[in-house]
């Protein structure tokens, strides 16, 4: 069993169109977070939620919205999409966010292409 | 605030050659340490971890000793191998800061038969 699996894995769309990527654990963690992966590799957090509540939230535009209806799932909507939006996107969980030691686990990736 | 500055890449090296990558840090409170590898076409993945001073981690032949007087968590291995070619990414988590995790720009290594 994928302990992060997230869809779908490529996406490839027009400009100004909108998409959802979503995101599932079965780790039991509390904590799944958004990061973006650019084309030379730099990794940007976006977004977290702990137990279905958003606690961080970076400097995102608001065509990005995260959603999370249950702690095991995290899902991103992406309005009006843009050429920059070109990218990897990354969902990863986490048990120990407080203690310090808080340790990633990353899905597989979701790659965007905007046309 | 809290950040991570690793060795700038790419890296060559023979197979069997030794490895270090640089990383330094800075930080409030007593960060926790990482060293994650991203694989091609995959995600990152803990390689290893340390959690208070003088700690080391070490996984798969890899070490990293986390050095508070330097504030510093250089990755190393003896003998790289072929298999060994990633993207490497220094990383540190503070409790005083929601537990958001800090992330260096990553070093890619390629390692040649």
């Known amino acids: 069993d994928t302990a992060v699996s997230q869809t779908p894995k490529y996406l490839v769309t027009q400009m100004g169109n909108d998409k959802s990527i979503k995101c599932e654990q079965n780790?039991?963690?509390?904590?799944m977070y958004w990061y973006k992966q650019d084309s030379k590799k730099f990794l940007k957090i976006m977004f977290s939620y702990n137990n279905k509540e958003l606690i961080i939230n970076e400097t995102v535009p608001n065509r990005f919205s995260p959603k999370s209806p249950d702690k095991a799932h995290l899902n991103l909507h992406i309005n009006s999409l843009e050429l920059g939006d070109s990218a990897v996107y990354f969902c990863?969980?986490?048990?120990?966010?407080?203690?310090?030691?808080?340790?990633?686990?990353f899905g597989a990736g979701s790659r965007l292409t905007v046309l | 605030g809290d950040s991570v500055t690793q060795m700038e890449g790419p890296v060559t090296l023979s197979e069997e050659a030794f490895l270090t990558i640089n990383c330094t840090y800075t930080a409030t409170g007593y960060p926790s340490l990482f060293w994650y590898v991203q694989y091609p076409g995959e995600g990152l993945q803990l390689l290893l971890k340390?959690?208070?001073?003088?700690d080391k981690g070490s996984n798969k032949g890899f070490e990293a000793t986390y050095r508070k007087e330097t504030t510093s968590f250089h990755l190393e291995k003896g003998s790289v191998q072929v298999s060994d070619s990633a993207v490497y990414f220094c990383a540190l988590s503070s409790n005083t800061n929601a537990g958001k995790s800090t992330f260096g720009d990553g070093t890619t290594l390629t390692v040649k038969p």
């Open positions: 990863a969980s986490s048990a120990g966010r407080l203690s310090g030691a808080n340790v990633l686990t």
């Open positions: 780790l039991g963690h509390d904590t």
């Open positions: 340390a959690t208070k001073a003088d």
